[in-house]
């Protein structure tokens, strides 16, 4: 243990993204079973990000691979949002109606069942006419 504890030392290791890497390699193996024979060598592809992860674990630039994991979690936060969002404004299409800002683009919440209303964007105080 103290042996690979040495040969670590100064070494990246892993992180979020290696583990998507070994995540998609798995998937991609898992799907090569299901494509016809004379397509296997196909298969190759699968090892790729395998290959792209031991680099990038055993890798000496730890900056760059720092900046590599900080843009991958930037755009994996991104998505996750942007569907937590949506999932949650589905939820709450029953009690509220939506609309965007035409000004500055602001989304707005409004209750409803109150019939014809004035809209004033918090952000931008332009105000519309909507029906909720």
């Keep these: 243990m103290d ?22 390699s798995f998937i991609l193996l898992l799907i090569m079973n299901f494509v016809p024979k004379d397509l296997r060598f196909l298969t190759i ?25 900080y843009k991958y ?9 942007w569907f937590k969002n949506n999932i949650n404004r589905i939820k709450t299409l ?12 602001q989304k707005l919440r409004v209750p409803r069942g109150k019939g014809k209303i004035s809209i004033t964007c918090p952000k931008c105080n332009s105000s519309f006419k909507g029906k909720s």
Excluded: Q, W
């Design 3 to 24: 042996r690979l504890r040495r040969f670590m030392f100064g070494r990246y290791g892993g992180d979020e993204l290696s583990k998507a890497l070994l995540i998609l």
């Design 45 to 69: 592809l699968a090892y790729i990000p395998v290959i792209i992860c031991m680099f990038r674990i055993f890798s000496r630039n730890i900056y760059k691979r720092r900046n590599e994991n």
């Design 73 to 81: 979690l930037k755009i994996k936060n991104n998505i996750v949002m």
């Design 94 to 105: 029953k009690n509220y109606k939506y609309y965007t800002c035409s000004n500055c683009k």
